[in-house]
């Protein structure tokens, strides 16, 4: 079963930068309801994707450097990156069908 990882600054390089798999983030505060309301849709989804995609976790008060490097303006944000580079964005809480149907829209993309 693939587990959703946490995403730090101190394993920002080894998570991110050396990643030859996609990777999708969800930045998110534990403050937050719609982020709190997406986090099962994520855990699914990290699941069904085990092979496509590697699931990260950013808490956007704890790592705020992060997420103003990603330019995170409004959460809950799912960001798809591919070779350090960013493929896609899905902004604010959606169901697991929806987030489901933009992650294949995005993957399809590569």
């Excluded at 591919?82 to 993957?107: A, F, T, W």
């Amino acid at each position: 079963m693939m587990t959703v990882k946490d995403l730090t600054l101190n394993n920002f390089e080894e998570e991110v930068i050396n990643e030859s798999l996609p990777i999708i983030i969800d930045f998110y505060a534990d403050w937050c309801a719609p982020c709190q309301m997406m986090k099962p849709v994520f855990t699914n989804l990290s699941e069904e994707y085990e092979d496509k995609l590697k699931f990260m976790r950013l808490d956007t008060q704890s790592e705020e450097g992060l997420a103003m490097k990603f330019g995170i303006q409004g959460i809950p944000a799912l960001i798809l990156i591919k070779n350090q580079k960013e493929i896609g964005r899905i902004i604010g809480y959606m169901s697991e069908d929806q987030v489901r149907e933009k992650i294949n829209e995005i993957l399809g993309k590569i």
